[in-house]
């Protein structure tokens, strides 16, 4: 991967707030919505989801998960050229109390701090979600796998940040 590729990488993850969820429930897939921020070191994606929704329930259930973060539309850029990553990775409940869970509360609240009130709903928890392999499409052409591993480095602060050609390029 180019650093320019990383760079696109980096900020189309920075810069959303929200993601497609995809969870399996009973067996089929479901997808939902949901604001995420990363953890300071880039090793996970967090969701602060209520046990009364189906993709908690799903997550609880199965961790096998998958995101999808896409560029937004009406930024003149043709649907099939948007920039989107989608993330397969396995979702892990944080317990309350525990430094995974504080971590995953302060990136949650760095991102979102107008969450703060949800934090103290007993049937809200952190789940942080680590990424298994992902597929970068920036742009025609230029659509990049890579491993969990891989991905959590690129979205690191800048001084943990991969050298060039971490991620294998295939065309799309």
């Given at each position: ?32 919505m ?20 189906a ?9 096998r ?12 850029t043709e ?35 107008g ?51 971490r ?6």
């Open positions: 991967m180019s650093p320019e590729h990383a760079a696109k990488l980096r900020a189309l993850v920075h810069g959303r707030t929200a993601a497609a969820l995809g969870t399996l429930h009973a067996g089929a897939p479901a997808v939902s949901v604001p995420f921020a990363l953890l300071a070191d880039g090793s996970a994606f967090v969701v602060h989801v209520s046990g009364l929704a993709h908690t329930k799903d997550m609880r259930a199965d961790p998960v998958s995101l999808l973060v896409m560029q937004a539309e009406g930024e003149g649907a099939q050229a948007l920039a989107r990553v989608s993330v397969q990775g396995e979702a892990r409940e944080c317990v309350a109390g525990t430094p995974e869970a504080e971590a995953a509360r302060a990136a949650y609240l760095a991102r979102f701090p969450a703060e009130p949800l934090t103290g709903f007993g049937d809200f928890a952190f789940f942080a979600i680590r990424p298994v392999q992902a597929r970068f499409v920036a742009g025609f052409a230029q659509a990049m796998s890579a491993t969990g591993e891989t991905l959590s480095a690129v979205l690191a602060p800048p001084h943990r940040a991969p050298a060039a050609g991620l294998a390029r295939k065309k799309a």
